[in-house]
């Protein structure tokens, strides 16, 4: 037999999980109210569709698949199957299943793309503390972060389309902050990134005339990164699809060696510029950006010395761009090239956001010829 929870350390045991048993439409109007549940409709054409809350795809959908990346990163560190049910509050029948299960995240949406840094993050917590409270609360901060930045809203949407077209800002005006939301830091390198994105695809008719032959990708990497996996990227890099700027998949972390090679370096000599962007050189563009007052530095890999690997030139062609600039780091650093390896203008900021908007000003600017 499973052995039962002690219901004094139910970590991943939210409230939203009581709440969404009892959800109804007689909530609807205290939980919605005023124009938005006019907007909805009658209570009669309410009652023809099924009511779905915010907190209704936080229980059946993240808690479930949070609890078995949990239970996998637990049973990592030694637990037991029974400590680890008791840590959870669920059966050790469920752990088990956990374990033995193939893991396969079942959400589809972009926030699976954050389930595995929070689930670190609230195992170690587990481990370290007695008290349920502090994983509970690692977990809320989580799910309050997502709603309040809209991230769930498209979730929502689609189990709910009554919401669809509505702006609906439900989330952030039920869960006031009164200071902003701390969610894992490499959560927020996501969101950069992913921010980030969406500014180079919407300025896609510009962009794309900074397009390099290899294409091109944006990293950024987390305070204090030391190795490739502290850095964000997008596999697969950004291309064209009919003549727009796309990024093939959601960035995540260790998905380029090249650029992040390049910012580690910088941060080697300014922990704050964490991120870069990679765009094709040419003499209009290096213009361009020093006429909007961006500071350019370059290097020639030609002139590299013989002892230094073919993988490492180009640290060395980073750190020869700011020493000539006085360990000072310049907004873009230039590579000049060599046979079979295409000139290249790496754009620097202290954010994924920051470079992008870097990228999109130089376009915008550039003249074609």
């Known amino acids: 037999m499973g052995v039962k929870a002690a219901p004094s350390l139910k970590f991943l045991k939210p409230s939203?999980?009581?709440?969404?048993?009892?959800?109804?439409?007689?909530?609807?109007?205290?939980f919605i109210g005023g124009e938005n549940y006019k907007k909805l409709g009658s209570p009669k054409k309410l009652g023809e569709i099924v009511v779905k809350f915010a907190c209704e795809i936080v229980v059946k959908q993240l808690l479930p698949t949070l609890r078995m990346l949990v239970a996998r990163e637990l049973f990592n560190k030694g637990l037991t199957q029974e400590e680890i049910a008791k840590k959870l509050g669920v059966t050790q029948a469920a752990i088990s299943k956990y374990l033995s299960r193939e893991l396969k995240i079942p959400i589809s949406h972009e926030i699976s793309d954050y389930l595995i840094p929070v689930s670190k993050e609230i195992s170690e917590v587990i481990t370290v503390y007695d008290d349920p409270r502090e994983g509970l609360s690692r977990f809320c901060q989580f799910c309050?972060?997502?709603?309040?930045?809209?991230i769930i809203c498209n979730l929502h949407e689609e189990v709910f389309p009554p919401l669809k077209n509505l702006d609906c800002d439900l989330c952030r005006t039920i869960i006031p902050a009164k200071e902003p939301m701390e969610i894992p830091e490499r959560i927020e390198v996501l969101l950069n990134m992913e921010k980030a994105i969406k500014i180079l695809e919407k300025a896609s008719d510009n962009i794309q005339k900074l397009m390099p032959e290899v294409r091109m990708n944006i990293v950024m990497a987390v305070s204090g990164a030391e190795v490739v996996e502290d850095v964000a990227a997008i596999p697969g890099r950004i291309i064209l699809i009919k003549d727009k700027l796309r990024a093939i998949t959601k960035p995540s972390f260790g998905a380029s060696h090249h650029l992040a090679k390049i910012v580690l370096t910088l941060m080697e000599y300014n922990k704050d510029i964490r991120a870069v962007l990679n765009v094709k050189y040419t003499e209009n563009i290096a213009k361009t950006a020093e006429l909007l007052d961006f500071s350019i530095s370059e290097f020639d890999r030609k002139i590299a010395p013989n002892d230094i690997a073919l993988n490492d030139i180009i640290i060395w062609g980073v750190e020869t761009?700011?020493?000539?600039?006085?360990?000072?780091?310049?907004?873009?650093?230039?590579?000049?090239?060599?046979?079979?390896?295409?000139?290249?203008?790496?754009?620097?900021?202290?954010?994924?956001?920051?470079?992008a908007e870097k990228a999109v000003k130089i376009s915008n600017t550039l003249q074609v010829g």
Do not use: Q
Not at 144 to 150: C, H, I, P
Not at 328 to 354: K, R
């Open 16 to 30: 939203c999980a009581l709440f969404s048993s009892f959800c109804h439409l007689d909530l609807m109007d205290e």
């Open 321 to 355: 761009s700011i020493k000539k600039m006085s360990n000072v780091i310049p907004d873009l650093i230039y590579d000049v090239g060599a046979f079979g390896i295409e000139p290249m203008l790496y754009i620097t900021g202290n954010s994924a956001v920051e470079v």
């Open 144 to 150: 309050f972060a997502l709603r309040d930045r809209g």
